[in-house]
C-alpha cells in the first residue's frame, strides 16, 4: 500500500510543470468588408434616385420595387415605392406597423427621424436590435407625391450577434440611400 502511495506522489510530482497556465485568448471573427464606393442608381424609370454602393446589385421592378442584393453576405435590402394619393396617412401607419412586426423577437427598436429639406424628404430610419428577421428599415417620402420603404433581411436564421457586423455595414449604406433621395416628378 505504500508503495503505491510512494509511486502515485512521484507520479504527479514529475507531472508538475513550471510554466503557468494561462486561459486562450477570445477569438475575434475578422470580416472584411469592402469600403463604400457610392454611385448614382442607373435610370431605372422611377421618380426616385439615390446612391448605392457599387459592392451592392439592383434587380428593379417594373412597379418601381428593388430587391439590392449584397453577395458575399447573402443579404437583401426590399425597397418598396407607393405614390401618393389621398392615402399618406395609411402609408405611414404601414411603415411604421412594419418594423414594429418585430417586436417580439427584437430587444430594441430605436427611431430615428430624417429630414432633409433640401431634397423634400422626410421620414424614419429604424434599428431592430435582436434576433429579429430585419434589423434595419426605413420610410421616407416627400408627403405629396412619393413613399419609399425599405427592410434589410438575411438569408439566414437570425442570430444578431453573429451577423452584426453585416447588419452595420449594409445599414450605413440604408442611411447613404435616404441622405442622397432625390425625387424626379
Known amino acids: 500500500m505504500r508503495l503505491i502511495a510512494t509511486l502515485l506522489v512521484l507520479i504527479l510530482l514529475s507531472s508538475c510543470n513550471d510554466s503557468d497556465v ?19 442608381t442607373e435610370n ?5 434616385s439615390f446612391e448605392l454602393n457599387e459592392y451592392a ?16 453576405m447573402d443579404a ?12 399618406l396617412r395609411q402609408l405611414l ?4 406597423k412594419l418594423s414594429y412586426e418585430h417586436n417580439q423577437k427584437a430587444d430594441v427598436i430605436a427611431d430615428y427621424p ?24 426605413f ?10 420603404t425599405a427592410a ?14 453585416a447588419v452595420d455595414y449594409v445599414k450605413s449604406d440604408m442611411v447613404k440611400m435616404m441622405e442622397t433621395l432625390t425625387w424626379r416628378d
Open 22 to 40: 494561462l486561459p486562450k485568448p477570445s477569438g475575434q471573427l475578422a470580416l472584411d468588408f469592402p469600403k463604400g464606393n457610392y454611385v448614382e
Open 44 to 48: 431605372t424609370g422611377c421618380p426616385f
Open 57 to 72: 446589385r439592383v434587380l428593379a421592378k417594373r412597379d418601381c420595387s428593388m430587391k439590392i442584393e449584397y453577395p458575399g
Open 76 to 87: 437583401t435590402i426590399y425597397l418598396n415605392y407607393r405614390p401618393v394619393q389621398d392615402n
Open 93 to 96: 401607419i404601414d411603415g411604421q
Open 114 to 137: 430624417f429630414v432633409n429639406q433640401l431634397n423634400k424628404s422626410y421620414g424614419m430610419m429604424y434599428e431592430i436590435e435582436g434576433n429579429a428577421a430585419s434589423n434595419a428599415q
Open 139 to 148: 420610410y421616407v417620402t416627400d408627403s405629396t407625391k412619393h413613399f419609399l
Open 152 to 165: 434589410l433581411y438575411f438569408n439566414t436564421q437570425p442570430n444578431y450577434d453573429s451577423i452584426l457586423p
